[in-house]
């Protein structure tokens, strides 16, 4: 028993002597201050109690005292802490001297409200034209403030490394390899930035031709190559209004207008900003930032973000007024990502028996951006000839431009970071790397010559059962201008091989123009909705589709297409076919049976006019997709070449994507109309997503998909001509569950309707579309915070029955495939 209380007394001493005790009292008559807060940063480590005192454990190296009716105090920790306390004087009345109260000031508010309000009018395009130029630097590095210790920290290492005797150093390094590339990198950023990146563009605006962006010049440390992608990202808020002041978002932080002051000879309203987290441990403060707006326009004039945890980042734009429209003038961005950390410990003076005591060295690394716009023309004359083309154009890569464009001249470590880096990138062949994740973006695998298409891998549908399969395609690395591919599939249900054959001819390096030659032997959902020219993610949506569906066909094709794109808004494909079809499920067509030879052709346009592209050597990459989307597919059955079908189908896609205080709105309005004699598949089947015909827990189970219906059963419902909508709406606020992720709702509804002539025509069993189908739906994403979204619908109207459970479906939405 006495060892037990020496031991827990031990512990109590250790664990008292450890904290830090503070004590605050009034500085007029040194009495103690009851219930003082005391932060680190906009965390409350506790209050003091009757005494004034309180214990308190933290790493910070500065705390915050505040107190009601008392001066904030700010104080280095020491072990032991005696904090005097200013009390507040009548007449003060600033508002940062006043515990601030846990909603918005209605003021600040109202003001936001007209900020959004004229956002439009005072935007750049609203004018009839512009063009202007911009200067960007990004770069990674430590702290600026600790460059020299950082540098002095590594001679000293390397000293102390050099010491190490060689064989057991280099025993150590053939078992890590990864631990040679760190220490080059180690060595190449003592005396360089870690990446350094200098970019000079041009921005044209034309209300007659639309948008066009011009890459001057761009010089990436370590590449030799551009980074496509890497051209198109825009990090500074140029053409959208910070996240901070969006509606949906209104509710994550609370506003107070703070003052009214002269900027730039224009009165300014101030309004401070600060993310809620947890109302009762924020300290009340604290600030997030400040919006400063010009009171005669609502214009926002200038915007600076600090992230809640010190040192972790900030942002600051600056905007000016030119002809009444305020145009993006400055903006600096620092951004924490990680640490570097060393270890330190002294493991050769250890005495025997003792174990090593680990000792870390760190410096954080952060990501610098500087965006300088400058040489503004306002509504000048503007040529259809400058506009032609995709949205975004590299004229230059080699940096030989860029000294005319920098804003100020490159610092030595900046100046070294090309050579450095370019070395130590060159060495470690991280360019091929780098270009295998960008190839992720397009949906591909890459390695070296060849691009895995991962939608071919694995796949599922209640005909093939498992599939699994791989596809694979010869990139520019293999030719510039061929580029031919395959895949193979295995469904384990059917125990039938699936394969197709490929070759892209490429007939420009400006823009796309490509010739195809195909072969395929597959089998195909019946009356599936068109996907010609939907790009890669809304492919991947509709993956899991047919989870529930078995009415396929086999399809045996001979093709030929040409794919084309008019302008940077419209592109068109036209595609002529050869195929021998036959239906895998109980069917016949008339008096013709159920296999059927057709020729064919079909005419496929998408109009994508707020579209931006950039063309890159792996074809076009769309770098930022806007509303509205357009598609439209026409085919036609001859009776020639040996076909037995004559035939007309078009279908139609529209989609259209808005925010309004309500939030944003998702709209999709799609239909078609086919004619002529033509088997079940070449109609339309209402993409159903749920099993009628299995009592089991997962027959309403689903994913979201592009045009799908959740309650609707697979393969049931078939028409020749049909309408259908869906409409759904993010509703504009955000919460937290369980982590630091935000959760949203998103509200569905969708309907269709439909007819089928001759329905004798088609022996199977199916129903017709002739009434009006109803479902509506709600999705909790991000469910509990984690990486996936919860729904479910219910089915409506006519087409409901008595039974909960047909009626009913849920959806389970991956954010991956999302």
């Known amino acids: 028993m006495s060892k037990l209380l020496s031991t827990l007394f031990l512990f109590s001493t250790v664990f008292f002597f450890g904290q830090t005790q503070l004590k605050v009292i009034n500085k007029s008559n040194k009495q103690p201050i009851h219930n003082a807060a005391v932060y680190c940063d906009d965390e409350l480590l506790g209050k003091t109690d009757f005494n004034g005192n309180l214990s308190l454990k933290t790493k910070c190296k500065k705390v915050e005292i505040l107190a009601s009716n008392y001066e904030d105090v700010s104080a280095d920790v020491k072990k032991s802490m005696e904090i005097s306390m200013q009390p507040l004087s009548e007449k003060m009345d600033n508002i940062d001297k006043v515990i601030i109260s846990d909603k918005s000031d209605p003021k600040a508010l109202r003001i936001l409200d007209e900020v959004n309000k004229r956002a439009k009018e005072n935007s750049p395009k609203s004018l009839d034209s512009y063009n202007f130029k911009s200067y960007s630097k990004f770069s990674i590095d430590v702290d600026k403030d600790s460059i020299d210790a950082y540098k002095n920290f590594l001679a000293v290492r390397k000293d102390s490394l050099s010491k190490v005797d060689k064989k057991d150093l280099k025993q150590k390094e053939k078992d890590k390899k990864d631990s040679l590339i760190a220490e080059d990198f180690i060595s190449a950023s003592e005396e360089s930035q870690m990446f350094l990146w200098e970019k000079a563009t ?150 025997p028996g003792e174990k090593p005591k680990y000792n870390q060295k760190k410096f954080g690394n952060y990501l610098y951006v500087k965006n300088r716009f400058f040489d503004f023309d306002i509504n000048a004359e503007q040529k259809a000839s400058e506009f032609k083309g995709y949205s975004l154009e590299m004229k230059n890569s080699d940096g030989s431009l860029l000294d005319k464009y920098r ?162 808004s419209l592109s068109m494909k036209i595609a002529v076919n050869k195929e021998k079809q036959k239906a895998l499920f109980d069917y016949q067509y008339k008096n013709l049976g159920n296999s059927f030879d057709n020729t064919s052709a079909t005419l496929s346009l998408k109009f994508a006019p707020n579209d931006k592209n950039i063309m890159t050597p792996s074809g076009k990459y769309t770098y930022e997709k806007a509303y509205p989307q357009i598609f439209l597919n026409y085919e036609k059955g001859f009776e020639a070449l040996g076909g037995d079908l004559d035939y007309n189908r078009l279908d139609a896609l529209i989609i259209h994507q808005f925010r309004s205080k ?36 997962y027959s309403n189970i689903s994913t979201p998909s592009n045009l799908g219906f959740a309650t609707m059963p697979s393969g049931t419902f078939f028409a020749d001509k049909f309408a259908a909508f869906k409409i759904s709406q993010s509703l504009p606020f955000r919460f937290k569950t369980i982590g630091a992720r935000y959760s949203s709702i998103e509200l569905e509804y969708q309907a269709a309707i439909g007819n089928l002539k001759d329905r004798e025509n088609h022996q199977f069993q199916f129903q017709i579309l002739d009434h009006y189908y109803q479902e509506v739906g709600l999705m909790w994403n991000r469910f509990l915070g984690r990486s996936f979204g919860v729904g479910f619908s219910y089915r409506l109207g006519y087409y409901q029955t008595s039974q909960f459970k047909d009626n009913f479906g849920i959806k389970i939405k991956f954010s991956l495939l999302n």
């Open 662 to 697: 309500l939030g944003y709105t998702n709209i999709k309005l799609f239909g078609g109309i086919s004619s002529g004699n033509a088997p079940i598949w070449k109609n339309f089947e209402i993409a159903g997503q749920n099993d009628a015909n299995v009592d089991h827990w």
């Open 202 to 351: 041009e921005y044209k605006y034309s209300k007659s031709f639309g948008e066009k962006t011009n890459i001057i010049d761009n010089r990436m440390s370590g590449f030799k190559n551009p980074i496509y992608e890497a051209l198109a990202i825009n990090i500074s808020n140029l053409d959208r209004i910070p996240r901070q002041l969006r509606p949906e978002n209104r509710k994550l932080f609370n506003f107070y207008l703070s003052d009214t002051l002269q900027l730039d000879g224009r009165k300014t309203y101030l309004i401070k900003f600060k993310e809620i987290t947890d109302k009762k441990k924020q300290n009340p403060r604290k600030f997030n930032g400040k919006i400063y707006i010009d009171s005669e326009t609502y214009a926002l004039k200038k915007f600076e973000s600090i992230n809640k945890k010190q040192n972790e980042g900030n942002i600051v734009s600056v905007w000016k007024p030119i002809n009444g429209k305020w145009f993006l003038d400055s903006e600096d961005i620092k951004l924490k990502m990680g640490d570097q950390s060393f270890d330190t410990s002294k493991k050769d003076s250890l005495k």
């Open 407 to 568: 804003t100020d001249s490159l610092t030595a470590r900046e100046s070294a970071t090309y050579t450095k880096i370019d070395s130590f990138v060159q060495k470690n062949d991280f360019e091929k790397k780098l270009n295998t994740l960008t190839q992720l973006m397009r949906g591909n695998i890459r390695y070296k010559m060849i691009d895995f298409d991962i939608t071919k891998l694995f796949s599922y549908d209640k005909y093939q059962g498992i599939r699994l399969g791989a596809g694979l395609k010869l990139n520019e690395n293999f030719n510039k201008t061929f580029s031919p591919d395959g895949y193979f599939g295995y469904g384990f249900k059917d125990h039938t091989w699936k394969y197709g054959l490929g070759l892209d001819v490429k007939l420009s390096d400006k823009r796309t123009s490509v010739f195809r030659l195909d072969y395929v032997d597959d089998v195909f959902a019946a009356g599936r909705f068109s996907n010609n020219m939907w790009d890669m993610m809304m492919k991947v949506s509709d993956m899991n589709l047919d989870l529930h569906n078995g009415t396929f066909y086999k399809n045996q094709k001979w093709g030929a297409s040409f794919l084309y794109d008019i302008s940077n």
